[in-house]
């Protein structure tokens, strides 16, 4: 079983900028696509970015595009979500994901293991 722990959110600016941290822990199998996803209040969760373990394959919502960048360290078994140019709209609680194959990386249902979240609240 994978268990994964996200950190780095908080409070910041419109403008600012954070770095969400997801590390994982367990079977490494199930954590070959990682993803980012959030959810706002009242709101469906929404795929924010996902990337393979090779890092070669990376897709964004259109949203963040040129604002965030995902990465990862498998040697550490770490993801990362850096956030720059934060909009009071990515107000959030941002969750972390693994999955085993890298199909249907936008459907959370897709998913086979999920992080408790952290939050990200952006002040305008």
């Known amino acids: 079983q994978v268990q994964l722990v996200e950190s780095g959110g908080g409070l910041v600016q419109t403008g600012g900028s954070l770095r969400l941290s997801c590390a994982a822990s367990g079977r490494t199998s199930s954590t070959y696509y990682m993803s980012w996803f959030r959810q706002a209040p009242g709101k469906e969760r929404e795929f924010v970015a996902g990337i393979n373990r090779s890092g070669g394959s990376i897709v964004y919502a259109d949203s963040v595009k040129g604002r965030f960048t995902i990465s990862r360290d498998n040697a550490k078994n770490m993801v990362f979500l850096q956030m720059n140019s934060l909009k009071p709209e990515d107000t959030a609680a941002y969750y972390c994901?693994?999955?085993?194959?890298?199909?249907?990386?936008?459907?959370?249902?897709?998913?086979?293991?999920w992080g408790q979240g952290t939050q990200v609240t952006v002040s305008s």
């Open positions: 994901a693994a999955k085993s194959i890298s199909l249907r990386v936008g459907s959370t249902a897709s998913y086979d293991v």
